[in-house]
C-alpha cells in the first residue's frame, strides 16, 4: 500500500494587530489653596454708648479684654470710644458685640475707617510729664533731678495737680530722663540728707508737649478769651450801625415796592375812565 500523505497544514489566519492603547497621562494635581492670610494689619472700631460710672481706659479695657491685640484707647465720655487693635481678627472680635449690653449699656460697635492710631512717642518727643510730685516741690529742684539727663530747656510745675512737665533739647535727652523713673525723687538733694519716709519714685511719661506747642494753645485761648469792656461797647455800636443800616435799606425797598404799585392803580384808574367816556 502506498504511504498516506499527510496533509498539509493551513498557514494560520493572520491575527489583527494589537492597536497599541495609549496610556491617559496622569491628570496634574490641582494646586492646592494656599490658606488665607489673616489680615495683621491694624484696625479701630468706634464704640457709642458706652457710658458708666468710673469709666476709665483700664475699665474699658477690660470690657474687651477677650478681643486681645488692644494698642490704644481714646475716651470721648458722653460721645464715644475709639478702640485700635492690632489685627483686624482682634478688632472682628469687638465688631460682634455690636447690639450687646456692656455695663448695664446697649453698645453700638462699628468700623472706624478713617481713626488713625497715635505715632509712637519714642524718639520724637523731647519732653516728659512728671507725675506724683510732692505739693511743696520747686521748679529748681525738679530741674536739679533731672540736670543728669541732658540740657533743661523749660521746667513747668503744676503744685495743685502734684505734676510737672521737663523740656529738654532733643529726643534722646528725653529717652534717658525716662529711664530715671527708679531713681527717688530727693528734691535735688543728697539721698542722705532726706528721710526715707518722703523719698519717692515719680511717675513719668513722654509729652508732646513743646515750647512751639505752648506757644500755639496760648495764642489759642488768648482768641478764646471774653472781650474786654471797651471791645464790647465797640462791638455793640457797630452791631447797631449795621442794624440801623439793615432798617433803612429795607424800608426803602418797601417805598420802592409802594411806589410802583400806586402808579399802576393810576393808570388803571385812567383807563376805565376813558372806556366809560
Known amino acids: 500500500m ?15 494587530e494589537k492597536k497599541e492603547e495609549k496610556k491617559a497621562a496622569p491628570k496634574a494635581a490641582a494646586p492646592k489653596k494656599a490658606p488665607a492670610k489673616a489680615d495683621n494689619k491694624p484696625c479701630a472700631v468706634y464704640i457709642q454708648n458706652l457710658d458708666f460710672d468710673g469709666m476709665c481706659k483700664d475699665e474699658v479695657q477690660k470690657c474687651f479684654a477677650h478681643c486681645k ?12 470710644v475709639l478702640i485700635f487693635f492690632a489685627t483686624k481678627e482682634n478688632g472682628q472680635k469687638a465688631i460682634e458685640m455690636n447690639k450687646k449690653v456692656v455695663k448695664g449699656n446697649k453698645i453700638k460697635v462699628k468700623w472706624a475707617k478713617k481713626a488713625k492710631s497715635t505715632p509712637p512717642r519714642e524718639g520724637r518727643c523731647k519732653t516728659i510729664w512728671v507725675g506724683g510730685l510732692p505739693k511743696s516741690t ?8 533731672f540736670a543728669s539727663a541732658g540740657d533743661i530747656v523749660k521746667v513747668r510745675v ?8 521737663v523740656y529738654f533739647k532733643d529726643a534722646a535727652q528725653a529717652a534717658k530722663a525716662m529711664s530715671m523713673a527708679d531713681l527717688p525723687f530727693n528734691y535735688g538733694k543728697d539721698a542722705s540728707d532726706i528721710p526715707i519716709k518722703r523719698q519717692k519714685k515719680l511717675d513719668l511719661k513722654l509729652s508732646i508737649r513743646s515750647k512751639e506747642f505752648d ?12 472781650p ?21 435799606a429795607a424800608k426803602a425797598a418797601e417805598q420802592a415796592k409802594g411806589g410802583s404799585s400806586t402808579k399802576k392803580e393810576s393808570t388803571t384808574k385812567k383807563k376805565s375812565s376813558t372806556t366809560k367816556k
Open 158 to 165: 503744676y503744685n495743685n495737680k502734684k505734676m510737672g512737665f
Open 2 to 16: 502506498a504511504p498516506k500523505k499527510k496533509a498539509a497544514k493551513k498557514p494560520a489566519a493572520p491575527q489583527p
Open 69 to 80: 491685640g488692644i494698642k490704644e484707647i481714646r475716651l470721648r465720655h458722653g460721645k464715644y
Open 215 to 226: 506757644a500755639k494753645r496760648a495764642e489759642k485761648q488768648a482768641n478764646r478769651r471774653p
Open 228 to 248: 474786654s469792656e471797651i471791645e464790647a461797647a465797640k462791638r455793640k455800636s457797630e452791631a447797631r450801625v449795621a442794624n440801623r443800616a439793615a432798617a433803612k
Open 138 to 145: 520747686k521748679k529748681a529742684e525738679l530741674a536739679k533731678h
